[in-house]
Each structure stands twice: as structure tokens, then as C-alpha cells.
């Protein structure tokens, strides 16, 4: 079993490079990481955090940490910047992202929020410290395994008293001046892009109980679809 998990912690980061996004189960407490529509939804400054780790007995297990701060700047306008690292395997990649958003009210306790992002992240695939046993192995020759790439995205958000609705698509413009997601044997990106959608509904029990359920969807073209 130890073998199996091992050897799947090396693979994933080949699969995992096309991605960007990493799943994080306490999403709705980050939903800047995902929309930068949400920038600004509340009456004040918020500033969340997630530490997120998995097998943590094995060497490369994956591991991801999140801060998002976010808060209304004027009128209608708000804004919010978010860092994350993510780990796995011999892969690291850290990220800043500046959101911004704007508001249009459409009744007395719901809006829709329309947002833009800016982001930039560091790569590194660490494939200089991994065990090779071609070195004429084509994949490893013909990728750069670290650099940088900026990233461009927009979103939107709607909410209410009770209920809130979000889709975004954080990637939607990917610059990768150093090619690390790029297959030279076929001469094209291996970047797709990511859509979210997001949703969650308040349902008040009693006056001090309520229940909160919430759902995100994911597609990525060349992936089954995630929830």
C-alpha cells in the first residue's frame, strides 16, 4: 500500500500541472481563492485562513495553505488579494492574486457583484531533485521545470438573505513566458481552462440554529466533472 501511495504522489503532479486549482474541502471559507467577485460582499474587512494536509506520513504528501483578505472600498466597489502555496510531490507553486469587484443592488438585501482578477505565481516542479533514469526522456528535456506565469480572471457573484451563487472562471488568460505548461513534442498549451460554480442556502431551524449546505462544481475540459 505505502508503495502505491508513493508512487502516486510522483505521478500527480503531472496531472495536477494542467489544473492550477487544488480541491480544498472548506471552500466556502475561501471563496476569493475561487471568485474574485466575492471581493468586498460583506459590510466589513474579513480575513480568513485554511491549512489543508493529507498523508502526512509520506514524503511529497500533498499539502496547501490559503489567506484571503477582502472588504468593501466605496461605494459599490470592493476589493481583496489573495495568497496561497500548494505542495505535492516534488512540485511547489505559490500564488498572489489582487481582486477587485463592483455591485449592482437588485432589491433591498441582494446584489450582484462583477469581478476581476490579477495574479502572478511562482513554479517549481522540482524535477532537478527527482530520480531520472532517461535522461533522454523527452518530457524532461523539453519543459522548463520552474518560472513564472501570470494569470488573469473574472467572476461573478449574486447574493440574498438567504442565499448566495457564484461562477467564476479564475484562469480565464494564463501567461507563461517560460512555457512550464507546454508540450513542445505537439507544439501547444496543456492549459485549459477552470469553471466554478458555487452555492450555498441559509436555512434558520430555530433563532440560534441554522443549517448551512454548500456545493461547488467544477469542470476542467479534460477532466471528469468535480464536485
Known amino acids: 500500500m505505502k508503495k ?8 500527480l503532479p503531472l496531472f495536477a500541472a494542467a489544473q492550477i486549482y487544488p480541491n480544498i474541502g472548506q471552500f466556502h471559507n475561501v471563496l476569493l ?22 498523508w502526512t506520513k ?10 484571503t483578505v477582502e472588504a468593501p472600498l466605496g ?12 505542495a505535492i510531490g516534488n512540485t511547489l507553486q505559490i500564488n498572489f492574486s489582487a481582486n477587485a469587484s463592483y455591485r449592482i443592488k437588485t432589491g433591498r438585501e441582494s446584489f450582484v457583484q462583477f469581478g476581476l482578477k490579477a ?18 526522456d523527452p518530457y524532461i ?12 480572471g473574472a467572476g ?7 442565499f448566495y451563487a457564484g461562477v467564476s472562471i479564475p484562469d480565464l488568460l494564463l501567461i507563461d513566458p517560460n512555457k512550464l505548461y507546454y508540450d513542445e513534442t505537439a507544439n501547444k498549451s496543456l492549459v485549459k481552462k477552470n469553471f466554478f460554480f458555487i452555492t450555498g442556502i441559509k436555512l434558520n431551524i430555530t433563532d440560534f440554529i441554522a443549517l448551512q449546505p454548500n456545493v461547488l462544481i467544477r469542470y476542467y475540459p479534460t477532466r471528469p466533472l468535480n464536485y
Open 4 to 11: 502505491i501511495i508513493l508512487i502516486l504522489l510522483c505521478a
Open 33 to 54: 481563492y475561487y471568485n474574485p467577485a466575492y471581493a468586498g460582499s460583506g459590510t466589513q474587512i474579513r480575513a480568513t485562513g485554511i491549512y489543508r494536509t493529507q
Open 58 to 67: 509520506y514524503p511529497g504528501a500533498p499539502n496547501t495553505q490559503v489567506i
Open 75 to 86: 461605494k459599490n466597489v470592493g476589493g481583496g488579494v489573495v495568497l496561497s502555496r500548494h
Open 119 to 136: 495574479g502572478i505565481s511562482q513554479l517549481n516542479f522540482g524535477t532537478g531533485s527527482s530520480t531520472v533514469w532517461d535522461e533522454n
Open 141 to 152: 528535456s523539453a519543459n522548463a521545470n520552474k518560472g513564472i506565469i501570470g494569470t488573469f
Open 156 to 162: 461573478v457573484f449574486y447574493k440574498n438573505k438567504s
